[in-house]
């Protein structure tokens, strides 16, 4: 088989996975379907005008009961989490392009390249065992006009204490820094309940993408108590996008409604996952750190980028190179399968590391 | 009634006109449902995992039988064509940060906020009566990186004549300047056929949202057989917002499905329209360029933005300021309404005149 360099995750995104024999450790996404009634408010869906630019009545009040003190206006939907941050960091650089913008390291992938893309420049600190060190935090964050904070984090799969969170709010505030604070893994914590950040230059994104298993329909949000960003965020968004799809919004809105049940039910079900993935992973003693939320585990390799190919090519896994996140010392494993595939993968992995790995 | 500031085409997007008495010529948006189909796939649609960035293989292999030549690695499926034109000047802007942006003017009001937003700058060239002035064109064109043609255009309604475009293109193509060629209107001439502008440097881009009238659904796309224009956008894409909603796509695939019946019906309908509405401004003796494509139509007023608001509380009228499209002695008025309407409207419009205008 011709082994085709793999630059990026964009080469997986949306691929499926057909092959029977493939297991995709790849893509960051659930797998088990979203509330049933997202597909049920598909029968009566009619509309096709345009709709508000920051989203529907409906849906923006929906959410504002899941947030305390929020008000509808605090909201913007969007094209996902991704158009979430893309808009939200568009509105942070008016009028200070070429800011720097703060980035823990290893970082989702998209984040250094969401930042130039809004004419900011990404700088970094590194988290250690996937924890904020707040003393280099501090040295770091000096003279930045944002950070990106994500807890759950993806590709790290670990949460920040909430000590830690509450010092990074106050010293934020105190230096009038922007906290981007993307909460898309927070109905995935296996350790605490969530903790929003919150404080007048917090913006908080989120999306049904995970909690919903909605990926593929493309609904996210902003939500924050800055109305300059909100302002400017519909403002831009209007010649950018315009008002996220109105079938998207619907089901979200439907999606919402079976909150309580759905989360419930499926929470069990990651912790399962959770806990075989990382008894796996320690039974192949790899490096690893204890994830803790979200559905990604980062074990350390020799030359990870080269046993990232040979998992693909020879053991047909699906694993992301640690390089795409910051951490070319890692690979990331999402476990977003039932036990049974990732029992079938570990096993794939064990013999991955009995064989050509020792030559590494 | 209390008269709020009207400050830009935001104060109406998305709001609807519930009050029965309200007469809309403000937003462009088809008044008339999408084809009976886009509906019906809904009853089994059940996809929720990422799909490929650029667009699901199915709507753009039935998309590149409509173009002459296309493939569907020439397109990319995106929230609008606000997201396609968004993405097209991100990824010509790459590099080239402060580059200048050509604009025809009267332009639709998002261009230079979408140039600004990209990191470049605008420069504008003057239609005359809605048509491009040749001389003038290639005056300002130089230095430019890329210009804008928006023919059918929104606001004019003006068509440019195949010879004019065709001398763009030559020129452009010889100067190595990018053309964004805005089509979303090219099933709505009334006076010829469409004529698809192409070349090395040209980039389509087009939507659902005018021919299907499926604006709130947001999906457009980019149609180029640049290369470098695609890879760009689809890497850029995969990180502001990840693949167009699914959902959308496959309403927008079955409304392709459709098209030629669809399409025939209507073109009947918007042709009376237009016959009806530039017939009525004459007999009124505004000053109006004959409407050859689109659903618009500019009339000169004397002071037009204090027009604007009197026509809008005093007479139930809403009409755009010429103002945001760089035409302030002008309204636009877009006849995406029924005859009826368009009738009534007319009528207040008179009485409008033959009152309170009297005195500006």
């Known amino acids: 088989m011709p082994q085709q360099r793999i630059e990026s995750p964009a080469f997986f995104i949306g691929k499926g996975t057909d092959d029977s024999d493939l297991i995709s450790f790849g893509s960051g996404q659930p797998d088990l379907p ?10 009566h869906f009619r509309s096709f005008k345009y709709g508000l630019v920051q989203g529907t009545e409906s849906l923006r009040a929906a959410l504002a009961k899941e947030y305390p003190y929020a008000e509808p206006e605090d909201f913007v939907i969007t094209n996902g989490a991704s158009e979430a941050i893309d808009l939200t960091l ?64 993806n590709p790290t799969g670990t949460v920040q204490e909430i000590e830690m969170l509450k010092k990074i709010e106050e010293l934020c505030e105190e230096k009038g820094i922007y906290i981007v604070s993307d909460e898309v893994y927070k109905d995935f914590i296996y350790v605490r309940g969530n903790y929003l950040l919150h404080g007048e230059k917090v913006v908080t994104v989120n999306s049904f993408s995970k909690t919903y298993a909605m990926c593929g329909l493309r609904v996210g949000y902003i939500y924050t108590k800055n109305r300059e960003i909100i302002d400017t965020a519909v403002e831009m968004k209007s010649h950018t996008s315009m008002n996220t ?46 994830p803790e939320g979200a559905f990604f585990i980062m074990p350390k390799f020799k030359n990870a980028h080269r046993a990232m190919h040979d998992l693909h090519y020879n053991h047909r896994i699906i694993t992301y190179s640690g390089e795409w996140f910051g951490a070319p010392e890692r690979l990331r494993f999402s476990y977003a399968l039932n036990v049974e595939e990732i029992e079938e993968g570990l096993r794939r992995v064990k013999k991955f590391l009995e064989t050509e790995y020792k030559t590494y």
Chains 1, 2 share one sequence.
């Open 90 to 153: 568009r509105a942070i650089a008016k009028d200070a392009l070429g800011s720097k913008v703060l980035l823990p390291r290893p970082y989702y992938y998209s984040y250094p390249h969401n930042v130039v893309l809004t004419g900011m420049v990404p700088v970094y600190t590194d988290l250690q065992k996937g924890k904020i060190d707040f003393e280099a935090f501090a040295r770091d964050v000096a003279g930045c006009r944002a950070v990106i904070i994500n807890s759950p984090s």
């Open 245 to 290: 799809s109105l079938v998207g919004q619907a089901m979200a809105l439907a999606a919402l409604g079976e909150r309580d049940s759905y989360v419930a039910e499926h929470a069990k079900i990651w912790k399962e996952r959770r806990d075989f993935m990382y008894r796996g992973m320690q039974a192949l003693r790899l490096d690893v750190w204890e």
């Open 34 to 43: 979203p509330p049933p009634s997202v597909y049920k408010v598909l029968e």
